[in-house]
Structures are given as C-alpha cells and as structure tokens.
C-alpha cells in the first residue's frame, strides 16, 4: 500500500526543486547568478550537516550563518526578489487560470491587436521605420524604465505619430503591455547572433535580442524597404504582410 507520508516527502522535493529551478532561471538573467550558486551550494551544506548527519556544533554554527544571511540576501537581491515576484506572478500558469475567469468576450478582445496592424501597415506603406515590442508573460519593466512614460490606449494614429521621423519619440522601441502602450523611444537589448544577415542592421538586431531574452513578440517595420517582420523566441519571420502579422500576433497572444 501507497504510504501517504512517502507521498507528501515527493511532493515536498517536487516543490523543492521547482521554486529552485524557477529561482535560477529568474536571477540566470541578472548578474547574481554566481551568488546564487554560492548560496545553494552553502545550502546543501547546512541540510548535510545539520539535517541528514545531524552534526550538532557544526551544525548550530551554520545555523546562525544562515539566519543571518537570509537578512543580508534580502537586503542584497532587492531588486531581484521583487522582479522574481512580479514574474511569478505574471506566470503562463496564473495567467491561465485567471483568463478560466474571465468573461469569453474579454477572452476574445482583438482590436487591440487591429489598431496595431493598421497602425504597421500605414508606416510599412510609408517607409516609416518602426520598433514595437508586446509584452507577454514575461515582464519588460526593466526595458519599459529606459524610455518615456506613455501609459495611453492603444490607438492606430498614436503609434503613426509617434513614429514619424520629425517626432521627438520616433527612435527606439514602443512597449505594449496590458493592451496599453506603456512606453516609447526604449532601447531594447542587441543580440550578439553572429548569423544574423548583415543587412540587418540595430532596429532588427534589438527586436531580436529582446525575443532573445523574453517571450516578448517584437514588430519591426524597415525604414529601408517598408516590410515588416516579426521577432519571436530567437526567431526572425521577415517580410511578413499585415494579415500574417495579425494572425500571428492573435495565435502568439491567446
Ligand atoms: N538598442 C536599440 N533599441 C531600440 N531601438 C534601437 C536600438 N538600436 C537602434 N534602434 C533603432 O533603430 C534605428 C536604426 O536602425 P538601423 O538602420 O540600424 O536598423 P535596420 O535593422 O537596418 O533597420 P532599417 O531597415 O529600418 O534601416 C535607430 O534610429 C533606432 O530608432
């Protein structure tokens, strides 16, 4: 027979190695990632010594380290520990059970997503450079921070306006977030892919470091020639046309 206690042990490790790995794969990102081995290697340690052998003098030594560093790590990741946070609560799984909630119509609310196609096909038709990044589970506060506060509804003339070359907002990227435009003029992070066409020059370099980086879906329109692509999960699709623009960003958003 099924022992309930060997069970509720499984589970506790799942649990265990689930909130580490997220852990690592959060603070991967940030400079920490060395700290972090450090302190999950010191870890180790303490449920070696003072848990499975119980070494009681050892033991109640790294106890005192640890009640101590569990202030000073807090003190120390601030910052991580409050984008940790924000992730996790931007999370695919959350956000599933939250849109089970939700009525269909909002479910299903893709205007947004037509006043942005109309907006590109617009700029594309007048060789209007473009970069515009669409935050998905994945938070971009860090990149929303490196440009102006816009925080308005989405509106075809508003995206046309702020990419027109005489406007002051008009280089780097817009952030769309919460079908709001959150911020504009950002800069998004270069990607380093060495086999990237070099015709390509910052503006898709960029949108594709941020897809790099993030789940975001990052649109770019080339001032050069007018197309439009798409960056997604390291993924260029290039000369895409405003209906696959649309049926991409529609499939990639639900
Ligand atoms: N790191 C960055 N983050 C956001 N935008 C950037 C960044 N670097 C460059 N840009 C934008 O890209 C513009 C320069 O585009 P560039 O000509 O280098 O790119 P491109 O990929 O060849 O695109 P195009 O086909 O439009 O010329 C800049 O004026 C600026 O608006």
């Not at 929303?144 to 075809?156: L, Y």
């Not at 879906?217 to 439009?228: F, M, R």
């Amino acid at each position: 027979m099924i022992n309930p206690k060997n069970i509720k042990d499984v589970v506790d490790i799942i649990l265990v190695v689930f909130f580490t790995y997220k852990t690592y794969h959060s603070i991967k990102k940030t400079g920490a990632i060395t700290i972090f081995t450090g302190v999950l290697a010191f870890v180790i340690l303490w449920i070696l010594v003072s848990q499975i052998l119980q070494m009681h003098f050892m033991g109640s030594i790294l106890d005192k380290f640890i009640n101590v560093g569990v202030i000073l790590l807090t003190i120390v990741f601030q910052k991580e520990i409050r984008e940790f946070l924000q992730n996790l609560g931007s999370n695919r799984g959350i956000k599933i059970l939250v849109k089970l909630f939700k009525p269909s119509s909002v479910q299903n609310d893709i205007s947004y997503i037509k006043s942005i196609a109309g907006a590109l096909a617009n700029l594309a038709k007048r060789k209007e450079g473009a970069l515009i990044a669409i935050q998905q589970d994945i938070l971009l506060s860090s990149f929303i921070k490196t440009g102006e506060n816009i925080d308005a509804n989405i509106n075809t003339l508003l995206i046309e306006n702020i990419f027109f070359k005489n406007s002051p907002l008009h280089d780097g990227a817009i952030i769309i977030a919460g079908e709001r435009i959150i911020s504009a003029a950002c800069i998004l992070p270069v990607s380093q892919n060495q086999d990237i066409p070099s015709s390509y020059g910052l503006r898709h370099r960029s949108a594709l470091g941020l897809s790099e980086q993030t789940d975001a879906k990052i649109i770019i329109i080339s001032e050069e020639t007018g197309k439009i692509s798409l960056a997604h999960k390291g993924h260029l699709y290039t000369d895409i046309s405003t209906e696959e623009l649309q049926e991409m960003l529609i499939r990639v958003s639900n």
